[in-house]
C-alpha cells in the first residue's frame, strides 16, 4: 500500500513539473514590419510590445523591416503580437496597420506613399 502511494505521489510530481515546463515554453518569432521607417518607428514598437502580456523582448530592425519578438506561448500568441503592432500604426505580415493610430504617427513614420518616410 506504502508503494502504491508513493508511486502515485511520484507520478504527480513528475506530472506537475511537466505540465509547469509546458506551461512556459518561450517561442521567438520574426514578423514582417515593412512600414517601419526609423528610429522613432523601432522605440514605439518595442515598448509598446514590452507592455503586452507575455512578450519578453522585441527587436526592431527598421532597415531589414522586420521585428523579432520572444514570447511565452501560454501567454499569448503570434497573431496577438501582430494585432499589437497593427494598433500602434504599423503593417505587420498579413495584418494590416490600425488606420486611426497609422493617422496619429509623426510623419517620418508614414509610408513613403503618404508623404513619410526619412528624408535621404
Known sequence: MKKIYMLVLALFAIGGTVMAQAKKALQTVTISTPSVQC???????ES???????????????????????????????????????????DADDVTANEESYKKLPKCCKKPEDGGGMKQ
Not at 39 to 45: G, P, Q, R
Not at 70 to 87: G, H, L, P, Q, W
Open 39 to 45: 528610429e522613432s518607428c523601432k522605440k514605439k514598437i
Open 48 to 90: 509598446f510590445l514590452l507592455r503586452e502580456d507575455g512578450v519578453t523582448k522585441a527587436t526592431v530592425d527598421y532597415k531589414r523591416k522586420q521585428t523579432k519578438v520572444s514570447f511565452y506561448t501560454d501567454r499569448t500568441n503570434v497573431e496577438n503580437i501582430k494585432t499589437a503592432i497593427a494598433n500602434v500604426g504599423y
